[in-house]
C-alpha cells in the first residue's frame, strides 16, 4: 500500500486492524506516525518508513506479527511506547544514532530478534523495553545510557553475558529477570543502585564483576539468593568493604581482581593511595596543603588543587585515563 506524497500526518488508529495490507510504503512528506496507527495489521509483511518521519506513535507497529524487518530511518528521534510490541517475526531492525528516546515495552515480546545496539544518543532504557525478547542474545548499550528501567531485559532467556557501561547510574527493579541463560553479568563502578529482584531467577548466573570500591545499593531478592553458587569477583583492595556491607557480605566466595582500564583504578605508593569512585578521583593519604594535579593521558592539565583532608576527592568525566601528580609522584588511573 502507497501512501499519498502530500500527506504529512498518519493519525492515531488509522490503519488499525488492516490485516488484508502485506507491505506498506510511508512516503518522505510524513514527518509523524500516530498512535497504534498500524497496530494488529498482521499480514503486514513489509515496511518501508520514509526519511522524512521524526517520530514514531505508541503501539505505531504492534501486533504486526508477520513483520520480519524494517530499518528506522535517522530522521527518527523518538520511537514510542510498546511501537513495536509483539511484533514476534521481527528479527532485525537499525536504531539511527538520531533516536534519543526508546519508550516502555517499544520492543516487548519481540522474540524474533537475536541482537539490537542501541545508539550512543539514547541516555535510558525505558521500562520493560526489550522484556520477553527471548531470542536476544546480544546487546550492546552505549557509554551514553544512565539508566535502566524496570523489567527492561525481564526474560530474556537467551543472553549469557551482560556488560553494563560505566555511565548507568541505576539499574531499576526486575530489570533482568528472569534471563535464564545468564551467567556472567559485569556492574560498572557508576552504579550505586540495583533494584528489587533485578537479577532474580538468573538460574545460570554463576560470575558477578561488580566493579566500585563502594557496593552498590542492593535488596536481599537482588540476586535471588544465589550467595552460595555465584563467585562474587570486586576490585582489588575492596575486600573488607563487601565484607561488612549488607547484601554483599552474604556471598561466601569474593575475590578481589586486578583492575582493568575500564574499571577502577588502585595504586598505592608511599602510603598514598588513588583510586577511582564513581566519577571522582580519589586522593588518600596526601599531607594537609600538598599539591595535587589532574592530567589527562596525554599530558594536558584538568585541575590543580591541595590536599584539604586526608581523603581528597576531584570530580572529572567518566571513561578515560588519568595521571596524578602528587608529593613528586605520578599515578595512573582509569575510571
Known amino acids: 500500500m502507497n501512501i499519498g506524497d502530500n500527506v504529512t500526518t498518519l493519525p492515531d488508529y488509522l490503519f488499525q486492524r488492516c490485516t488484508e495490507l502485506t507491505s506498506i510504503t510511508i512516503p518522505n512528506s510524513v514527518k509523524s506516525i500516530g498512535n497504534y496507527a498500524f497496530s494488529f495489521c498482521t499480514g503486514m509483511k513489509i515496511l518501508n518508513i520514509g526519511n522524512s518521519v521524526t517520530s514514531i506513535g505508541d503501539g505505531a507497529f504492534s501486533d504486526c506479527s508477520r513483520l520480519v524487518s524494517t530499518i528506522i530511518p535517522s530522521s527518527v528521534t523518538s520511537i514510542g511506547h510498546g511501537a513495536f510490541y509483539n511484533c514476534s517475526r521481527l528479527v532485525s531492525t537499525i536504531i539511527p544514532n538520531s533516536v534519543t528516546s526508546i519508550g516502555g515495552f517499544a520492543f516487548s515480546f519481540c522474540t524474533g530478534l537475536t541482537s539490537i545496539t542501541i545508539p550512543n544518543s539514547v541516555t535510558s532504557i525505558e521500562n520493560g523495553a526489550f522484556s520477553f525478547c527471548t531470542g536476544l542474545t546480544l546487546v550492546t548499550i552505549p557509554n551514553s545510557v544512565k539508566s535502566i528501567g524496570n523489567y527492561a531485559f525481564y526474560g530474556c532467556t537467551g543472553l549469557t553475558s551482560i556488560t553494563i557501561p560505566n555511565s548507568v547510574k541505576s539499574i531499576g527493579n526486575y530489570a533482568f529477570q528472569g534471563c535464564t541463560g545468564l551467567t556472567s553479568i559485569t556492574i560498572p563502578n557508576s552504579v550505586t543502585s540495583i533494584g528489587n529482584y533485578a537479577?532474580?531467577?538468573?538460574?545460570?548466573?554463576?560470575?558477578?564483576?561488580?566493579?566500585?570500591?563502594?557496593?552498590?545499593?542492593?535488596?536481599?531478592?537482588?540476586?535471588?539468593?544465589?550467595?552460595?553458587?555465584?563467585?562474587?569477583?570486586?576490585?582489588?583492595?575492596?575486600?573488607?568493604?563487601y565484607w561488612m556491607a549488607p547484601i554483599w557480605g552474604g556471598f561466601t566466595n569474593i575475590?578481589?581482581?586486578?583492575?582493568?582500564?575500564?574499571?577502577?583504578?588502585?595504586?598505592?605508593?608511599?602510603?598514598?593511595t588513588v583510586y577511582a569512585e564513581q566519577d571522582a578521583i580519589v586522593i588518600k593519604g596526601a599531607d594537609l596543603g600538598d599539591n595535587i594535579s589532574v592530567y589527562t593521558e596525554s599530558g594536558t592539565l584538568l585541575q590543580s588543587t591541595k590536599a584539604t583532608d586526608d581523603i581528597t576527592r576531584i570530580k572529572v568525566p567518566i571513561n578515560h585515563i588519568y595521571l596524578v601528580k602528587t608529593t613528586g609522584k605520578t599515578f595512573k588511573v582509569a575510571l
Not at 538460574?203 to 535488596?219: D, F, G, M, S
Request: aromatic share 10%; hydrophobic share 30%; charged share 15%.
Open 199 to 241: 537479577f532474580y531467577s538468573c538460574n545460570a548466573l554463576v560470575e558477578i564483576h561488580c566493579k566500585a570500591l563502594t557496593p552498590p545499593n542492593a535488596n536481599d531478592n537482588t540476586f535471588d539468593g544465589r550467595y552460595t553458587t555465584c563467585i562474587l569477583y570486586i576490585p582489588k583492595g575492596a575486600y573488607s568493604s
Open 255 to 272: 575475590i578481589e581482581e586486578e583492575s582493568t582500564n575500564t574499571a577502577i583504578s588502585q595504586i598505592e605508593v608511599n602510603n598514598i
